[in-house]
């Protein structure tokens, strides 16, 4: 029989997927202490709320708080199990940006007395989980760690990339399989007993620095697969023809499934993790890195035609729909949608711009120092608007009426009302 974690684990970073791991940990009896340098953030989760939308987080956190069985906290405590959920950006040379990581090691190793896993689960090029076992070294020379031990060593230290859909997160939480790598094969085996707390997927054990490769591999596989088909809707458009059509007839080829171009590629993951590879080894990742540039190309171009198309009115007025940067979430990390309106209201400072977010209340601070932007309702800004460009593909805007756009021109990135 496997074994299955008992203990109290600890979840540094609130976000998106450290606040439904800290959740799912919670829910199924483990007593879990939610770590964020976020005030408003702890202040939110202590009562039993939610700071920002995914659907069934809120049922689960608000009962985890009131079991007793999740607590949040701007101080990392003691405990068994320290999950490590922080962001990851890359800087200017597209190498990663390890500092969060770092901060949340610092805080671990005063609390390290000897048995506890630590496990990344932030994204991160190969060799980081070895670079933290590390800096734990380093803090704590008293222990010894499991990189360089070939015995039992006083911590253990593994590396669980998350591997979620944002508005499928608690359904795929417990359903995905987990790849878990260790430093060694016993931290894989610790950090896989986490897991099997709520995890009823297949614990698929490898080396620390094969997990880290093969989350960024998954997220560049998509974004290749995404820019062949954006390309195909930039070559598509200079020879007048219509791409979705173009897609669909060729997707009736049996081994032949092009997947679908929009206005860009946003989100943490796959705009984010293929440069960790491209990093890694720069002169190796020549496709991966001209598929992020073509994907990252891609809301300069759309931004680009929306300003020709204002051409043909003398006051134009343009309503873009849509800011987060997938469908039916509250999530603005990276947005394509967000970059092109940006784009719009830089070029065009006296356009009458309206833009309309079903899952905003008011402006992202990206746009807040535009004084010709406003915030609207999606019918108010169809009604007033002579361009109207569908950037992304919100249910909220699926079901809008078709007459509302007759007689305007209609710019849309998703496909969705061909």
Not at 94 to 105: C, E, K, P, W
Not at 118 to 145: C, K, Q, Y
Request: glycine letters at 6%.
């Amino acid at each position: 029989m496997d074994e299955v974690f008992t203990g109290r684990a600890a979840v540094i970073g609130l976000g998106y997927i450290g606040l439904p791991t800290a959740v799912s940990l919670a829910t199924r009896g483990i007593e879990v202490v939610g770590v964020d340098v976020n005030e408003r953030t702890v202040e939110s989760i202590s009562r039993g709320e939610v700071p920002f939308v995914e659907p069934e987080l809120a049922v689960g956190v608000s009962g985890a708080v009131s079991m007793g069985r999740l607590e949040a906290s701007t101080k990392t405590p003691e405990a068994d199990a320290f999950i490590i959920a922080v962001p990851t950006p890359f800087l200017d040379d597209h190498t990663a940006d390890l500092t969060f990581v770092r901060s949340a090691v610092e805080q671990i190793a005063p609390r390290l007395n000897g048995g506890e896993v630590v496990i990344l689960e932030s994204t991160s090029p190969p060799g980081t989980t070895e670079t933290l076992s590390t800096w734990l070294a380093e803090l704590r020379p008293d222990l010894v760690a499991p990189h360089t031990s070939e015995g039992v060593p006083d911590f253990y230290v593994a590396h669980c990339p998350e591997r979620v859909l944002p508005g499928r997160i608690m359904i795929e939480m417990v359903t995905n399989d987990r790849v878990i790598g260790g430093v060694t094969t016993r931290c894989a085996q610790k950090a896989a007993e986490v897991y099997r707390v709520f995890s009823q997927g297949q614990m698929v054990l490898t080396d620390a620095a094969s997990a880290e490769m093969a989350k960024l591999v998954e997220n560049a596989y998509r974004d290749v697969n995404i820019a062949f088909a954006n390309e195909l809707s930039l070559i598509s458009e200079e020879l007048q023809l219509d791409v979705w059509e173009v897609i669909k007839v060729a997707n009736h080829h049996p081994r032949v499934n092009i997947l679908t171009p929009g206005p860009g590629v946003g989100g943490h993951c796959i705009a984010v993790d293929p440069w960790f590879i491209v990093g890694a080894a720069p002169a190796l990742s020549r496709l991966i890195r001209v598929a992020r540039e073509i994907n990252d190309e891609k809301p300069h171009h759309v931004a680009a035609q929306i300003v020709r198309k204002t051409e043909r009115f003398r006051t134009p007025t343009v309503a873009c729909l849509g800011l987060t940067y997938k469908a039916n979430v509250d999530d603005f990390r990276e947005s394509p949608a967000l970059d092109i309106v940006v784009d719009i209201a830089k070029a065009l400072p006296d356009l009458d711009l309206r833009v309309a977010e079903p899952f905003a209340t008011t402006l992202p601070e990206e746009l807040s120092g535009f004084s010709h932007v406003r915030l609207q309702r999606a019918t108010e800004a169809i009604e007033d608007a002579d361009i109207v460009v569908l950037l992304v593909d919100h249910d909220h805007f699926r079901s809008l009426s078709r007459s509302r756009l007759e007689g305007k021109v209609v710019y849309d990135t998703r496909g969705l009302w061909r």
